[in-house]
């Protein structure tokens, strides 16, 4: 005869990275029915960006809604931004925006396997996975100047030039992380404590992944090949530097374990082949109109489809502004791959579902 349990985890739990709070119901051991809450925290960003600050300004207020996705937000709204102002930014700067982009891709996909493992019961793959995150950290400090809040895009291009020897020393940095790239792989792939315990943990169909609007590596992982930089050519040529989607069929923490370490090869194709066909020109296209009428932006963060809306009325301050994060499109996805799984799986699923609270609770 089966018991049922009510079990509470969050909004601060060790296995947690974000505040969360989910209320289990099991049958025993297994998982029949997940409640999920998302609203522990709320700053009143959009609210600021519209009352505050000017819309120049704002690039630098949204870098601050996450530190581990501030490229992400400052490229997304300078976008959109550009789109009210009518403004085309120099082909350098594109470059320049993709590759800070992928470099903040390779450390965020890094952080998420490195939680994956920990919650995974492999502390020592935590560490190795963590050291050697550090390097991409280091790069993006040379190239951004800051080592989390970047202020990298500004509305009309780049805000800094990158240097010949920081060049190199991407290149250089490259040719030393490949092979240990190469050893995380096949730790991830055939290693009985992570990923073999992993297979048929947490899946999420490609139907599912579909009905639900899944983004992300989590949708790619089930087999939906789905990526805004797939999408918009025509704000950053994607495709002229080497983009190609990854997906997998299995829909479970292995397959999105999987994913993201193919992603993250990818990466380092793109930054190569930007580095070394790094296009002449200015940073920057000025202008001093203001914004004016609305428009909407698109952007492959991390952790998939960030999405910006703004208003302008030809003023210096935003009438409107509203961002959707990609967690915040994942959560009903989420909330049903905990069904059917043994309640012992639950870190292992929330480290591969790779939530970001800052992003979406604003």
Not at 123 to 143: D, G, I, P, Q
Not at 268 to 294: C, Q, R, Y
Request: one cysteine or more; charged letters at 25%; proline letters at 4%.
């Amino acid at each position: 005869m089966s018991t049922q349990y009510n079990i509470p985890v969050g909004a601060q739990h060790i296995s947690l990275l974000e505040p969360l709070h989910f209320k289990f119901t099991t049958e025993n051991e297994k998982i029949i029915k997940t409640e999920a809450n998302v609203g522990y925290v709320h700053r009143g960003i959009e609210q600021a960006c519209c009352s505050k600050f000017k819309f120049r300004q704002v690039s630098f207020v949204v870098g601050r809604v996450c530190g581990l996705c501030s490229i992400s937000h400052t490229t997304c709204y300078s976008q959109v931004a550009e789109k009210l102002l009518k403004l085309d930014i120099p082909k350098r700067a594109k470059y320049l925006r993709m590759l800070v982009i992928e470099l903040d891709r390779i450390h965020s996909h890094l952080l998420c396997l490195s939680h994956v493992a920990e919650n995974s019961g492999f502390e020592a793959l935590f560490m190795k996975t963590m050291r050697h995150r550090e390097f991409s950290m280091e790069l993006l400090e040379a190239v951004c100047g800051n080592r989390i809040q970047y202020d990298f895009s500004i509305i009309g291009g780049v805000a800094r030039d990158l240097r010949t020897d920081v060049a190199q020393s991407i290149l250089d940095k490259f040719k030393i992380f490949r092979p240990q790239l190469d050893e995380l792989v096949d730790i991830y792939k055939t290693n009985w404590s992570l990923s073999l315990k992993n297979k048929g943990i947490g899946v999420l169909s490609k139907e599912d992944a579909i009905r639900l609007n899944v983004v992300g590596p989590f949708a790619r992982a089930s087999g939906l090949g789905v990526d805004v930089r797939n999408e918009t050519e025509e704000l950053l040529p994607w495709k002229e530097v080497g983009f190609e989607i990854i997906t997998d069929t299995a829909g479970d923490v292995h397959a999105r374990n999987m994913v993201r370490l193919k992603e993250i090869y990818v990466s380092m194709k793109i930054i190569e082949n930007i580095i070394n066909g790094l296009p002449e020109g200015d940073l920057i296209s000025d202008t001093k109109a203001f914004p004016e009428g609305e428009a909407v932006n698109r952007i492959e963060a991390p952790r998939g489809e960030l999405f910006y809306y703004a208003k302008g009325n030809k003023t210096q301050v935003l009438e409107r502004l509203k961002i959707k994060a990609p967690t915040f499109s994942n959560i009903p996805a989420m909330v049903e791959t905990f069904t059917n799984n043994e309640y012992a799986s639950v870190p292992a699923i929330i480290g591969s579902y790779d939530p970001c609270l800052s992003c979406t609770s604003r």
